[in-house]
C-alpha cells in the first residue's frame, strides 16, 4: 500500500504537458574544464536557467494545474526558503491564483523580491524553515486556504520532467548527483532513472552543517538537525517524510559535503561554465571532487539546480582572501 | 545589386533546420526589477544559455551546413577576439573538420581554452584583432584552408535565428537593444524585425572606448578609430564593410556608452537575473539606463549576447570600492 504511493515514471510522463505549457525544456552541456577537474565525462543539466532560476517551478505549475476550482479560490499557503516559495508564486500567477509565502527572516532578498514582483504576498516568520512553516500552517487554517507542502506528489511529478530531459539527452549516463533540500528533486529524479535503468547511480548530496535528510536516509528513521549551512536551499532541520521513504527507496548513496566545499564549488562553476549557481546547485560538484576515485572516466551529471546566489554572498566568496580559504576547507 | 546581395528574412528561416539540428532555442524572461529601474517592460534574450555561452554559435553550425566537400577538407580559418572563434570551433567539432583560430596576445583565457577543449588549434598572434586576423589570412592562404569572415552572410543567416525567437515569443515588442562587436548579430536582428514590423526599433550599443562600427554608421563611411575597451567582445579598430551597410540600412539609433556604465550593468544584471554578462552583453542594459526617457513604458527587449566573463574581471567589478567607481562612471 505505502508502495503504491510512490510517484511512478507514468505520473512524471503524464506531469509534462503541463509544464512545458510554461516552460521550456533545460539544456544540458558538457564541460571540459569541470571532466579534466573530476576525472569523468562531467554534464550539467542547467535548471539556473528556468524562470525564477530555479528547478522548483516545474512543480508549481503542474500542481496549480490539478488544483479543484474550490482550492483555486481559497488561495495558495506555502513556507519556503525561497525556490519553492518563487514556484508558487510563479504558478499562481500564471494561473491567476493568490498565493501568500511565509519565510524565515533574513531570506535571501533576492528570491523575496521574485516572489513578490510575481504577485505573492509574502510574511516573514521566525529564524528558520520550521517558524515559517508553523505560522503558515495556521494562516492556512484560518484563511480555509489551500496549504501547499513542500514535498507533495504533484510536485514531485512536475520537477521529475527534468530527470526525464537528462535521460533523452544522454541516455548513456552512469551516474546523476543531486542536492537534497527537502528531497523533491532527489526524489524524482531517482524515480525517473531508476526506473529506466537501475545502473543508473543515484547520488544525493546534502551540507554537513544541515544533514537532516542524510541522517534519517543513514538511520532509516525521522533524524532532526540543527542547521546552519550557508546554502540557504538546503537549510533544513526537520525531515520531509514524504521525500525521506521514497530517499530511502532510490538512493544509491547520500553524501555530506562542507560549506567551504560548497562555496569552492560556486568558483568552479563560475569559472568554469560563467553560470552563478547558488549553494545548493553548487553542491553536487563538490560531491563529484569528493567523489572523483569512484567516478573515475564515467558519464556524470551534476543537477545545477539553481542560480539565485545573492550579490553579497558572492562578493564575500569572491574576495580574494576568502577565496582561499573556501578551496582550504574544500 | 548590393540591395540583393543583403540577407532576407528567408535566408534566416532557412537556416533554422540548421541551427536546431545542434541547438535549442533560447529563453526570453521578463525581469521586474530591471522594468523598475528602466520604468519599461523589460524582457532579456539569454544567448548566454547557449552552448559556448554566446549567440555566434547558431552561425557556425549554419555555415558550416553550408560548405562544399573541398572546404571541409581543408579546414576552416579565422580570427577571434573569442565568441566568434567559439562558435567557429563548435560547427567543427560537430561536422568532423579541423579549425584554426587566431586570437590576440591577451585574448579571454576561457574563451581560448573552450576552443581548445572543442579540439581546435589557437594561434596567438599580435596585441589586436586586426593582428590576429593578418595572420590567419596569410596562414589559411598558405596552407589552403577555407577562410571564415566574422561577418559573412552564412553566419548572419545562422544568427538571425534569435531574432525570429524573440519576435515569435513577444510578437508585442517595441525595441530590441543588441550590442555590436563585427555587428552580425546586430544585423540580422534588424532584417528580423524591420522585415516583420518596420516599428520595432533597432537601437545597437558599443563602447564609446571602441567606436568603430558606431562612427561608421554615423559618417555613412568606413571610420577607424583606436579600440581600448574593456569588453573584449566589442573591441574592434577597423569596421566590417557587410555589416556597415546593412546597419545603415536598417538601425534606427546607435549610442555609445562608457565602459564604467558598460561594468556597472555587468553588476546590475547578475543582481537582477544571476546570470553573469560579459562586458558586451551588459551594453545594451547600459544603453537603456542612458535612453531611460524615450524607453518609458514600452516592450523593451535587452540581448544577453554571451557570458564569457573571466574571473579577473568579474572579481574587480565586485571589489566594494571598484563598484562604486563603477556606478559613478555610468
Given at each position: 500500500?505505502?508502495?503504491?504511493?510512490?510517484?511512478?515514471?507514468?505520473?512524471?510522463?503524464?506531469?509534462?504537458?503541463?509544464?512545458?505549457?510554461?516552460?521550456?525544456?533545460?539544456?544540458?552541456?558538457?564541460?571540459?574544464?569541470?571532466?579534466?577537474?573530476?576525472?569523468?565525462?562531467?554534464?550539467?543539466?542547467?535548471?539556473?536557467?528556468?524562470?525564477?532560476?530555479?528547478?522548483?517551478?516545474?512543480?508549481g505549475?503542474?500542481?496549480?494545474?490539478?488544483?479543484?476550482?474550490?482550492?483555486?479560490?481559497?488561495?495558495?499557503?506555502?513556507?519556503?526558503?525561497?525556490?519553492?516559495?518563487?514556484?508558487?508564486?510563479?504558478?499562481?500567477?500564471?494561473?491567476?491564483?493568490?498565493?501568500?509565502?511565509?519565510?524565515?527572516?533574513?531570506?535571501?532578498?533576492?528570491?523575496?523580491?521574485?516572489?513578490?514582483?510575481?504577485?505573492?504576498?509574502?510574511?516573514?516568520?521566525?529564524?528558520?524553515?520550521?517558524s515559517?512553516?508553523?505560522?503558515?500552517?495556521?494562516?492556512?487554517?484560518?484563511?480555509?486556504?489551500?496549504?501547499?507542502?513542500a514535498?507533495?506528489?504533484?510536485?514531485?511529478?512536475?520537477?521529475?520532467?527534468?530527470?526525464?530531459?537528462?535521460?533523452?539527452?544522454?541516455?548513456?549516463?552512469?551516474?546523476?548527483?543531486?542536492?537534497?533540500?527537502?528531497?523533491?528533486?532527489?526524489?524524482?529524479?531517482?524515480?525517473?532513472?531508476?526506473?529506466?535503468?537501475?545502473?543508473?547511480?543515484?547520488?544525493?548530496?546534502?551540507?554537513?552543517?544541515?544533514?537532516?535528510?542524510?541522517?534519517?536516509?543513514a538511520?532509516?528513521?525521522?533524524?532532526?538537525?540543527?542547521?546552519?549551512?550557508?546554502?540557504?536551499?538546503?537549510?533544513?532541520?526537520?525531515?520531509?517524510e514524504?521525500?525521506?521513504?521514497?530517499?530511502?527507496?532510490?538512493?544509491?548513496?547520500f553524501?555530506?559535503?562542507?560549506?567551504?566545499?560548497?562555496?569552492?564549488?560556486?568558483?568552479?562553476?563560475?569559472?568554469?561554465?560563467?553560470?552563478l549557481?547558488?549553494?545548493?546547485a553548487?553542491?553536487?560538484?563538490?560531491?563529484?571532487?569528493?567523489?572523483?576515485?569512484?567516478?573515475?572516466?564515467?558519464?556524470?551529471?551534476?543537477?545545477?539546480?539553481?542560480?539565485?546566489?545573492?550579490?553579497?554572498?558572492?562578493?564575500?566568496?569572491?574576495?580574494?582572501?576568502?577565496?582561499q580559504?573556501?578551496?582550504?576547507?574544500?
Amino acid at each position: 500500500m505505502a508502495e503504491a504511493e510512490i510517484p511512478t515514471l507514468h505520473d512524471i510522463i503524464t506531469a509534462r504537458p503541463h509544464v512545458y505549457r510554461y516552460l521550456k525544456p533545460t539544456p544540458l552541456y558538457r564541460y571540459f574544464g569541470l571532466s579534466e577537474l573530476i576525472g569523468a565525462n562531467v554534464w550539467v543539466k542547467h535548471e539556473n536557467h528556468l524562470p525564477g532560476g530555479a528547478y522548483k517551478v516545474r512543480g508549481g505549475v503542474n500542481l496549480v494545474a490539478h488544483l479543484s476550482q474550490k482550492e483555486r479560490d481559497s488561495g495558495l499557503f506555502t513556507a519556503s526558503t525561497g525556490n519553492h516559495g518563487q514556484s508558487v508564486a510563479f504558478a499562481a500567477r500564471v494561473h491567476g491564483l493568490r498565493a501568500t509565502i511565509a519565510v524565515p527572516e533574513g531570506a535571501n532578498p533576492g528570491k523575496v523580491a521574485a516572489m513578490r514582483s510575481l504577485g505573492a504576498k509574502v510574511v516573514f516568520h521566525g529564524p528558520n524553515y520550521e517558524s515559517a512553516l508553523e505560522w503558515v500552517v495556521g494562516a492556512a487554517a484560518a484563511q480555509g486556504g489551500r496549504l501547499v507542502d513542500a514535498t507533495e506528489d504533484r510536485l514531485i511529478h512536475g520537477v521529475g520532467t527534468y530527470g526525464l530531459e537528462i535521460i533523452e539527452d544522454l541516455p548513456e549516463v552512469d551516474a546523476i548527483i543531486v542536492p537534497v533540500g527537502a528531497g523533491s528533486g532527489a526524489c524524482a529524479t531517482a524515480i525517473v532513472a531508476k526506473t529506466i535503468n537501475p545502473r543508473i547511480e543515484l547520488i544525493a548530496v546534502q551540507s554537513a552543517q544541515a544533514p537532516a535528510m542524510q541522517q534519517s536516509w543513514a538511520a532509516g528513521r525521522p533524524v532532526n538537525v540543527v542547521a546552519h549551512t550557508v546554502a540557504d536551499g538546503l537549510a533544513l532541520s526537520v525531515p520531509f517524510e514524504n521525500t525521506r521513504r521514497i530517499l530511502r527507496k532510490y538512493l544509491d548513496d547520500f553524501v555530506l559535503v562542507d560549506d567551504g566545499a560548497i562555496e569552492a564549488a560556486v568558483v568552479l562553476l563560475l569559472e568554469h561554465t560563467h553560470n552563478l549557481a547558488e549553494g545548493a546547485a553548487a553542491a553536487p560538484l563538490a560531491a563529484a571532487l569528493k567523489l572523483r576515485d569512484r567516478l573515475a572516466g564515467r558519464n556524470l551529471v551534476l543537477v545545477m539546480t539553481g542560480g539565485n546566489l545573492s550579490m553579497d554572498q558572492l562578493r564575500r566568496l569572491l574576495a580574494p582572501q576568502r577565496e582561499q580559504s573556501a578551496h582550504a576547507a574544500g
